[in-house]
């Protein structure tokens, strides 16, 4: 199964896409940037292993670069079916399209700050903090996740985590065990 990094440059600088080198034909880098970009590093368009590299120029324009990443993501999706796409990026507002695109195709997305970052953990992390982004937590799915992160591993992981969700969030822990349980 291939491999799609789309790189919202704009977002993130060269050293979020400096692991590259080990790359082979089946990733495909795709970097995405607009006037606003400084500069891209010589380095970064040298070092890319085998992979196929495209660079990307966007008119620049308010979310720009971000919906011709999920034009483009979308449209690998419906080309190859069964691919990874990995969209590197700080901007939470990918989630909901890639929460969108684990539920109703065969791809698998994320979301990663940084290209090297997308071991187990990580991907369960983005996993979790985007469904409970989604499920109306905000700015409170960092301090639900780090939560989670604390029990995990622990034989009563459910019972812990659920106890202490309910002294903080006793409306809506349920919510937050909903999107734990559908991560774990």
Same mark, same amino acid.
């Given at each position: 199964m291939d491999d799609f990094y789309l790189v919202d440059f %704009? @977002?993130?600088n060269s050293r979020a896409i400096s692991k590259c080198k080990s790359f082979t034909?089946?990733?495909?880098l795709y970097i995405y940037y607009s006037r606003k970009t400084a500069n891209?590093?010589?380095?970064i368009i040298n070092n890319h292993g085998a992979s196929e590299l495209n660079l990307i120029k966007v008119r620049a324009g308010n979310q720009a670069? %971000? @919906?011709r990443i999920i034009k483009d993501a979308q449209d690998l999706i419906d080309k190859y079916k069964l691919i990874n796409i990995h969209i590197i990026s700080n901007?939470?507002?990918y989630d909901k399209y890639i929460l969108g695109w684990?539920?109703?195709?065969?791809?698998k997305c994320d979301r990663l700050a940084m290209l090297g970052t997308a071991g187990k953990k990580h991907q369960l992390n983005c996993e979790l903090q985007s469904k409970l982004s989604i499920s109306g937590f905000g700015v409170y799915a960092n301090d639900i996740a780090r939560r989670v992160w604390l029990y995990y591993?622990?034989?009563?992981?459910?019972?812990?985590?659920e106890n202490d969700l309910k002294q903080d969030y006793a409306v809506t822990y349920g919510i937050a065990m909903d999107a734990v349980k559908q991560t774990f």
């Amino acid at each position: 199964m291939d491999d799609f990094y789309l790189v919202d440059f %704009d @977002n993130v600088n060269s050293r979020a896409i400096s692991k590259c080198k080990s790359f082979t034909s089946s990733d495909h880098l795709y970097i995405y940037y607009s006037r606003k970009t400084a500069n891209i590093r010589v380095e970064i368009i040298n070092n890319h292993g085998a992979s196929e590299l495209n660079l990307i120029k966007v008119r620049a324009g308010n979310q720009a670069v %971000d @919906n011709r990443i999920i034009k483009d993501a979308q449209d690998l999706i419906d080309k190859y079916k069964l691919i990874n796409i990995h969209i590197i990026s700080n901007d939470k507002g990918y989630d909901k399209y890639i929460l969108g695109w684990n539920s109703t195709t065969q791809a698998k997305c994320d979301r990663l700050a940084m290209l090297g970052t997308a071991g187990k953990k990580h991907q369960l992390n983005c996993e979790l903090q985007s469904k409970l982004s989604i499920s109306g937590f905000g700015v409170y799915a960092n301090d639900i996740a780090r939560r989670v992160w604390l029990y995990y591993g622990d034989p009563d992981f459910e019972k812990r985590l659920e106890n202490d969700l309910k002294q903080d969030y006793a409306v809506t822990y349920g919510i937050a065990m909903d999107a734990v349980k559908q991560t774990f």
